[in-house]
């Protein structure tokens, strides 16, 4: 990206080349004052770059979109926070709803736009509904994806619905599930599959237990 902001030539060759990037964990934290752009590499541990709206917002879209560009190998770790504003206590669940909608239509729209889904192991959302986690998961590579992690925008968010998310293939395939500070109330055979889960749920019945045990024992063979 130094290199590319160079000189024409520079910028022209890797462009044509695009190199493969070196990066092996992306983190985006997004709030109303600022969005920030975290990453580890194989060759510097960790870098944080700040952009403040509406500023800076265009030059992280863009730096955003030649990292996205270049990074051809599989990450560790790919993580989206949407921060919620400091007056989220007094907000209603609408406003809420549709605080970070332009931040996800906008990376949404980013990971369509690769010729091939990005490729990582672990996905981290730190969301608060599910047409967010809807926004990033299925442009996950559903064949490298091997973890999901779920936490709230809002700490002890009651319930959190996931019956379209259940449905993708990238939930169907991962091994391991983490959802906290959410209920879940999808039925127990939609998280049979996973090798590891961790879920809340408000209560369960005898056959369900019965269920579980089952697939446990299935696992254990």
């Known amino acids: 990206m130094f290199l590319r902001k160079t000189c024409r030539d520079f910028r022209n060759f890797i462009d044509e080349v695009v190199p493969s990037s070196s990066i092996i964990r992306l983190g985006l934290t997004a709030n109303e004052e600022r969005i920030e752009l975290e990453f580890e590499d194989s060759i510097v541990e960790f870098r944080r770059v700040k952009y403040y709206e509406p500023d800076q917002e265009s030059a992280f879209w863009k730096d955003l979109e030649i990292i996205l560009k270049h990074q051809k190998s599989v990450l560790k770790h790919f993580n989206v926070n949407l921060e919620p504003p400091i007056d989220h206590q007094t907000l209603g669940k ?5 605080f970070h909608s332009g931040f996800l239509d906008k990376l949404q729209n980013l990971l369509r736009s690769r010729k091939i889904p990005l490729k990582s192991a672990t ?10 986690i809807m926004s990033v998961l299925p442009n996950i590579d559903s064949e490298k994806l091997e973890k999901i992690l779920i936490y709230p925008v809002i700490p002890h968010m009651p319930v959190i619905k996931l019956d379209r998310v259940a449905e993708t293939d990238q939930w169907k395939r991962a091994k391991e599930l983490g ?10 055979e ?4 996973f090798e590891r889960c961790r879920i809340c749920v408000d209560t369960i019945s005898l056959e369900s237990l019965r269920q579980l045990k089952e697939v446990c024992e299935n696992f254990e063979n």
């Open 179 to 188: 959802i906290a500070n959410f209920m879940v109330e999808e039925p127990l």
């Open 94 to 98: 609408s406003i809420l709803a549709n």
């Open 123 to 132: 996905l981290e959302l730190e969301i608060g509904y599910q047409n967010e």
């Open 190 to 193: 939609k998280f049979a599959h």
